[in-house]
């Protein structure tokens, strides 16, 4: 099991709704990130955290999803609303910053019906 | 503009074969660092290894062993002895200190490696 721990694990849900992704990084690690993984593709950034700062979400669909991590601890990743397009598996990582590695959670796989 | 490239989508073999996954990967920049991740079925990416640009040492650990070559921009992950647990989506990915976010990612689109009993 990941020492990250993201939940829910599947959300199905319809599209116009709102979906929320919760994400708790390891103990101690300041940065945390959003990654998004579209099927047979590798993840792609969506938002990264430096504590509770913002410092990159240049590849977040900003009319639609929002992210925050109000204590710098855990996140809460939002769409609102879904689309089609947006069903994937979210992952959320977090490091010790710098260039120390990134460690993921197993993810949220998101299905938009 | 940052790029990885693994040109392998899929790769079957059989138990104990060794295997060899692909990586090659584009920057500007002289300093930045190149990592290998496993994606087992369950999802979860795992950390294997990270190597910065000014190391090129071979790497072994196990029966996994990386091959970093500055010269042709590549980093292969060699498998010996493959097992059946080794099945899962493997990815290469760079990261540039210097490219104005704290460490991002950029991966490739991953390998697909199937070992077969």
Known sequence: EAEVAQSPRYKITEKSQAVAFWCDPISGHATLYWYRQILGQGPEL?????????VDDSQLPKDRFSAERLKGVDSTLKIQPAELGDSAMYLCASSRGGNQPQ????GTRLSIL | AQKVTQAQTEISVVEKEDVTLDCVYETRDTTYYLFWYKQPPSGELVFLIRRNSFDEQNEISGRYSWNFQKSTSSFNFTITASQVVDSAVYFCALSDPFSGGYNKLIFGAGTRLAVHP
Request: proline share 0%; glycine share 8%.
């Open chain 1, 46 to 54: 969506l938002v990264q955290f430096q504590d509770e700062s913002v």
């Open chain 1, 103 to 106: 460690h993921f959670g197993d």
